[in-house]
C-alpha cells in the first residue's frame, strides 16, 4: 500500500507579516571571553566539587572555534561569570529571564507596529527547553494584559527549528480568522538549559547558547496587505523522528549524577543535514525560475540519455530564485556545511556569521536576529525573497519564503552599531571564505583574488571515505564543462549547457535536491509562486 502523502496548503487568505523585533540585552550582560574565563575559576559543581581545568579548556575551546566573537553575545546574570560565583538555572530564575527577553522584544514589536495589546487575537509563543505551569503564553498575557477570549497557545520541546516552523501554525490559524492580528514570539531560555555536570556532551550547549528572542505581529487578508512589511508566499516543513538515530541524537535530560542538560551526540550534524535536504527539495521546485525549469529540464534528459554516472543531477542556483538567506547560525561549522550544501556564496552568509558572531546561537530566534541584520543595513528591496531557514531536535526542519512588499531599512536596536558600516569578513572571528572552500563560485573567486589561484582538483572528492563529513559538509571541487554536450571524466561531472559549475562528490549529492526524470514527474500550476511547480523529486 502506497504510503500517504500531506496534500498542500490551499491558502484561502493571503498571510502577512506587520513587522517584528528582536530582543537587545543591556550591555552589562556582555560576554568577554577573558574575563569570564578568569572569573568562572570560582565555580562549583552542586556537588561542591570546584569546576576541573579540563572542563574549563573544554568549554573555551568550543568557544574559541565557535564562530562566536570573544567580546560578544549575552548571558543573563545568574548565568553570567562576571556577575555571580554561584550560577543557579532554577523556575525563578527562568521566569526572570522569560520575562526580560520575551517581554522586551513585545514592547518593541507593539511600539513599531502601533497596535495595542488589547488588538491581539492570537498569541503563539515557542520556548523549547522552558516548558512551565502557568506556560509562557499565560505569562505573556498577564504581562500586556490581553483580552480574555485571545487564542493562546505554548510550543515546547521542538528546538531550535520552530523559530521557523511554527510559523506554519500562526498561518493556519489566520487561514481560519483572516484579519486578525496574531503575535507569534519564540525565544529559547538559557537558564531552563544551563548544565552543571562534567559530561561533554552537554558542555557543549554552554559554550554556544546564549540569550535572545524575538516577536512578530502577522495577520491575514488582502485588505490588510497596505500596513504589512512582506507575504508569506512559501512555507515547508520536514519531521524525520521516525528515525530512531535522528530522534535521539539530540536530547534534553539528566546525565549519570542527574544533571540535566541538552545532549548532542555526534551524529546530530548528518541528521540536520537530511532533515534541512529534505525539506529544500520539497519547496526548492515551487520557487525555482523559468530559466531554471529549463536547465533543469535539459539535465533530466541529459542524465535519462548519458546515463546517471556521466551527467551530475541538477542543483539550482538559489542565488537567482531568492535574495536573502537566513540560515540557523547553530555555529561555525553548521552554517559553513549549508553554505556547501546550497552552493552560497560569502556574501549571502553575511548575515548568518555576523548573527553568530555578536549573539552566538539563540537557537529558535536565529533566522529573525539574521533578518534584522539585512533590514538594518537597507539592503531589502521591494519583490524581493527573503529564505528562512531551520533546523531543530526531533529531527525537524523547516523553511518560510517572504516577499517584501516595500523598500524596507529598518534599523533595529539590536544592529544599530552596523547601520552605518556593514560588517566584512574581516570584522569575524572565522572567516567565511577559506582556502579549502571551494564550494562556490563566488568563494574561490575571492580567495583567488586576495591569495592567488586556487587549482582544482579531485583529491577533494576524497572526503566521500567520511560518510558524514561528506553529508555534513557536501565537499566540492570546481571544473569548466569541456564541450557543450559532454561531461568530464572520473567523479566529476558537469551539468547542463557547459557553464562553469560546482562539481559535487556523490554522497554529497544524495543530501541536495535533486529533479529527476525517475517517477512521476508533473507539472501543475501553483498560485503561490510565479512559475509552475514541479513535483516528483528524486528520493535517492
Given amino acids: 500500500m502506497p504510503t500517504r502523502r500531506q496534500t498542500p496548503t490551499l491558502l484561502r487568505e493571503p498571510v502577512y507579516m506587520v513587522d517584528f523585533a528582536v530582543f537587545k540585552p543591556d550591555d552589562e550582560l556582555k560576554i568577554n571571553l577573558e574575563d569570564c574565563s578568569e572569573s568562572a575559576w570560582k565555580w562549583k559543581h552542586p556537588d561542591g566539587e570546584y569546576v576541573s581545568p579540563d572542563t574549563h579548556e573544554f568549554v573555551k575551546k568550543v568557544f574559541e572555534k565557535s564562530g562566536i566573537d570573544k567580546n560578544g553575545s549575552y548571558l543573563p546574570k545568574n548565568l553570567h561569570p562576571q556577575h555571580t560565583d554561584d550560577p543557579r538555572g532554577g523556575l525563578d530564575e527562568s521566569f526572570a529571564e522569560a520575562r526580560l527577553v520575551m517581554g522586551g522584544a513585545v514592547e518593541e514589536v507593539l511600539r513599531k507596529t502601533g497596535i495595542a495589546a488589547n488588538e491581539i487575537d492570537i498569541l503563539v509563543v515557542t520556548s523549547s527547553v522552558f516548558c512551565p505551569t502557568p506556560s509562557v503564553s499565560s505569562m505573556i498575557v498577564n504581562m500586556f494584559k490581553l483580552r480574555d477570549d485571545v487564542q493562546a497557545y505554548s510550543l515546547g520541546g521542538m528546538g531550535c527549528g520552530n523559530g521557523v516552523i511554527a510559523v506554519q501554525l500562526v498561518r493556519d490559524m489566520l487561514q481560519a480568522h483572516p484579519g486578525a492580528n496574531a503575535l507569534y514570539i519564540t525565544a529559547e531560555i538559557c537558564s531552563s538549559a544551563f548544565y552543571q555536570g562534567r559530561d561533554k556532551h552537554c558542555l557543549v550547549s554552554n559554550a554556544l547558547f546564549r540569550m535572545g528572542g524575538m516577536a512578530a505581529i502577522l495577520t491575514s487578508g488582502k485588505s490588510q496587505r497596505y500596513r504589512c512589511k512582506y507575504e508569506l508566499t512559501h512555507s515547508e516543513r520536514i519531521h524525520t523522528g521516525a528515525r530512531d538515530v535522528g530522534f535521539n541524537c539530540m536530547y534534553f535530560g539528566p546525565d549519570a549524577d542527574g544533571q540535566k542538560g541538552i545532549f548532542l551526540y555526534k551524529e546530530l550534524p548528518t541528521e540536520a543535514g537530511i532533515a534541512l535536504e529534505r525539506c529544500l527539495k520539497k519547496i526548492t521546485p515551487q520557487i525555482m525560475t523559468w530559466g531554471q525549469y529549463a536547465e533543469a529540464a535539459v539535465t533530466i534528459y541529459k542524465r535519462k540519455w548519458y546515463g546517471k554516472d556521466k551527467v551530475a543531477p541538477y542543483i539550482p542556483d538559489y542565488t537567482r530564485c531568492v535574495d536573502h538567506f537566513c540560515l540557523h547560525a547553530g555555529g561555525y561549522a553548521i552554517l559553513k556545511g549549508i553554505q556547501k550544501g546550497m552552493k552560497l556564496p560569502a556574501d549571502k552568509m553575511m548575515p548568518s556569521f555576523a548573527n553568530l558572531k555578536d549573539y552566538g546561537n539563540t537557537s529558535s530566534s536565529t533566522t529573525w536576529y539574521s533578518w534584522a541584520y539585512i ?96 553529508a555534513l559538509n557536501g565537499d566540492v571541487g570546481v571544473t569548466k564543462a569541456r564541450d557543450q554536450n559532454g561531461a568530464a571524466a572520473g567523479p566529476v561531472k558537469v551539468a547542463a549547457n557547459g557553464f562553469e559549475v560546482a562539481a559535487i562528490s556523490r554522497l554529497a549529492v544524495e543530501r541536495l535536491p535533486e529533479l529527476s526524470h525517475d517517477g512521476e514527474t508533473l507539472v501543475m500550476p501553483s498560485p503561490t509562486c510565479h512559475a509552475p511547480a514541479l513535483l516528483g523529486m528524486d528520493s535517492n
Avoid: C
Fill in 375 to 470: 533590514e538594518s543595513i537597507g539592503d531589502i528591496k521591494k519583490g524581493q525573497r527573503v529564505m528562512q531557514a531551520g533546523v531543530g531536535g526531533g529531527m525537524k526542519a523547516g523553511v518560510n519564503i517572504w516577499q517584501a512588499l516595500k523598500d524596507i531599512e529598518d534599523v533595529h536596536p539590536a544592529w544599530a552599531h552596523v547601520a552605518e558600516r556593514r560588517y566584512t569578513e574581516a570584522d569575524l572571528p572565522r572567516p567565511i571564505t577559506r582556502k579549502e572552500d571551494i564550494g562556490t563560485l563566488t568563494g574561490i573567486k575571492e580567495f583567488e583574488k586576495e591569495h592567488g589561484s586556487v587549482k582544482a582538483t579531485s583529491d577533494i572528492f576524497s572526503a566521500a571515505n567520511t560518510p558524514a563529513k561528506a
